[in-house]
């Protein structure tokens, strides 16, 4: 009865035998942080089938550790690494330059490659796959996004079944650090200055507080939950530098509070993708994410919403992605091949929003706003005024029901140009 | 510089063009309402190397739907379909018997098993995966817990690279059902009819409300996530039927709610597992599933908490996670396979407990359970005692600072026995 046809043979005969005859040899590239608690897991749990053998990283003497096995080799050379008789490359030193020519190198070479590389992935994982699949290699890529939590695997395993409509996500720890501490009453600048204290915010925080990190990583996500290939850069962010302390007082009336969202949706078969502070119902699961935690809301068409929630960040959490990556290779585990395509990327969504005004105040602003909304057909939901505030620097708060974002923008170009207007009006998504 | 003896070669030449030479041959077990819905995603979505083949069920002409494709063969016999082309069974009629047959004669044959069946997978999966390795098949049971929710793969894949110590769930929608109408002012008898008005209670509700149906799902989780082949039997579940709406008002004032809770960790090396209501704070992931949602928490030496949820049940989200097994076959995708080993459990926790008394007031009572108490070393965390219950039935509460359970039975020993109890004492663990 045993058919010798079943498309299950090949890999179920050769599987054990073959992978398992000897550890696979595994290099890390860049011994920061992740590198080594990589490194401390390998050496502590010595998962079977995988074997620390190289570490290269620039000027290596100073990055020694006496806790690896004497057997491994410090190297300061990436070609002789890459050349040598190592099976996978673990690139952990981020960006593209030198990072991505070692990837390519060692991809070419017929190497695997382990990466949590999110910009490399965003703008060329396409390519880089391409790549390993042409030269017998493998290219793993689970911590690229939200570091320890299995988003990744459960998108390539465990939903590859559904057909993911949307993904919502908390995916840079810097800003939900940020934003969950203003929320707590504290200034912008105060609890910046206190994520770069605890290592959590760059010098120059642009990258996390801008949106960039973020879209590179939402990218990644809807490459294998939307299922489109897309360019990053058609991703417009916004940054959470807007926010003050008065929205989050606002938020609360409202019952929300404001988190960085990142956010990807397939609507009559266009995308639209934004990055960018957001409110969310406090009774929605983005809210639940507290300081650094990252986040990942998968919509699927058939199996409805999935949560994945955990340290999205940090040296052992990632590190545990990148051994995750390393035993799915050891043990022959592919990833289900999710067919993509290249799609462009818009930003027009359709929910309520929340505007804050800053104004001088004078007779005639919201009868002006509110024909301008009106002009767009946009439904005002609520005018929130709170006391206590300065006639000269007066906000107040518009939130309509759910509208284009196109209209929406029609609708505030002119009363951005009304004279009374302190500061850009901030609008915000609304989610529910 | 392509090595010829990278352990990674075998799968990567052979895998693409031997197994995707044609679709895989899908026989679907069981056509209730999970079956339907794989059906329906299979014939919907086409996903790339699945083809439906065949439908079996008893007097399977009663099932016999016209939107399955006209080439899928209807059958009553189950040996027919076995010995037949197919390479998969999906098997979702549920229990041992005759469900356990089938999947081992399928495997006998050299076929691939995907199940849903958690009661079998929970006695038997891992004689069923020893089967299916010595006959060259697969065996997935992604399906088995908390359905549309990724855990498996996120256990075997994504967090393959940590230790777990320790791992909660609420694993049962009914409970969670029962327990969160209840929380909104509802009596156990009315939220029960309700549930089984709904579909969501069997007449006899045994299996969920007293617990048996979560600890075999806890059983297959602590095999993936604390490594560990245990016997369900050796889980002690606890019913919820004991609570009352006295509890949560208690539970509301102490800043918690009360879940069906399923829990396994590995303290010192043993292992301890239980199942049954518990009171979680209201800022735990555990009190944010509602209605018949799940969830998971695995808490990694390295990454820490990783929560997992969504809708653990229902048709369409439990196919979605046999459909992402079926296409985990379908690419050559195999389990990292981690390593088990049999183990007893015990039941000795060591947490703070919610202890709810029912008595006939009379002088002494808190005495007599403070000395209880005091004897075994445990302390108290406070005594509450709301006001407006009549004195020939009133209820109160004590909680104490985390103790060991069985530290906390001796001392309840002498308190049960006191003869002003009107029921048992309802101990409950306390998850903060």
Chains 1, 2 share one sequence.
């Not at 690896?68 to 050379?77: F, I, N, Q, R």
Request: aromatic content about 6%.
């Amino acid at each position: 009865m045993h058919s010798p046809t079943s498309p299950l043979e090949a890999s179920s005969t050769h599987a054990p035998e073959t992978r398992m005859a000897r550890p696979l040899r595994i290099a890390i590239f860049g011994f920061g942080t992740v590198g080594s608690s990589v490194a401390r897991i390998l050496v502590e749990s010595k998962p079977q089938g995988l074997e620390l053998t190289h570490v290269f990283n620039r000027r290596v003497a100073r990055k020694r550790v006496d806790w690896v096995p004497a057997g491994v080799v410090w190297s300061e050379d990436a070609d002789e690494v890459i050349a040598s008789g190592v099976d996978v490359i673990v690139e952990l030193a981020g960006g593209f330059d030198p990072a991505g020519a070692w990837v390519r190198n060692a991809l070419q070479a017929g190497k695997s490659v382990v990466t949590a590389n999110k910009k490399l992935i965003a703008y060329h994982g396409v390519a880089l796959e391409r790549l390993a699949a042409d030269r017998g290699g493998h290219l793993k890529y689970g911590a690229a996004v939200a570091g320890g939590i299995p988003v990744i695997p459960g998108l390539e395993q465990g939903l590859a079944g559904d057909r993911i409509e949307r993904i919502e996500g908390i995916l840079n720890g810097t800003c939900n650090f940020i934003l969950s501490k203003m929320d707590e009453g504290a200034e912008y600048a105060t609890v910046l200055a206190l994520a770069q204290k605890r290592g959590y915010a760059e010098a120059d925080p642009t990258e996390d507080v801008g949106g960039f990190d973020a879209r590179a990583k939402l990218a990644i996500l809807m490459r294998l939950a939307l299922r489109v290939e897309v360019d990053p850069d058609e991703i417009a962010p916004r940054p959470i530098t807007t926010i003050t302390p008065v929205d989050f007082s606002y938020a609360r009336d409202l019952g929300c509070t404001i988190r960085q969202v990142s956010r990807a949706e397939r609507v009559e078969g266009r995308i639209a993708a934004t990055v960018g502070p957001m409110l969310v119902s406090l009774r929605s699961p983005l809210a639940w994410s507290q300081g650094t935690e990252n986040m990942v809301i998968a919509s699927g068409h058939y199996g409805g919403d999935v949560v994945f929630s955990g340290h999205g960040a940090g040296g052992h959490p990632t590190a545990v992605a990148v051994v995750s990556d390393l035993l799915a290779l050891a043990h022959g585990s592919r990833r289900v091949d999710i067919p993509s395509a290249p799609a462009r990327v818009g930003a027009e969504f359709e929910v309520p929003h929340y505007i804050r005004f800053l104004v001088v105040d004078r007779p005639g602003i919201v009868a002006a706003i509110t024909t301008a909304l009106a002009n767009e057909q946009i439904n005002i939901r609520a005018i929130v005024q709170k006391p206590g505030y300065p006639s000269h620097a007066l906000p107040f708060v518009v939130t309509v029901e759910p509208c284009k974002t196109s209209a929406l923008q029609r609708a505030l170009t002119p009363v951005r140009a009304l004279d009374c207007m302190l500061v850009e009006p901030l609008d915000l998504q609304m989610l529910e």
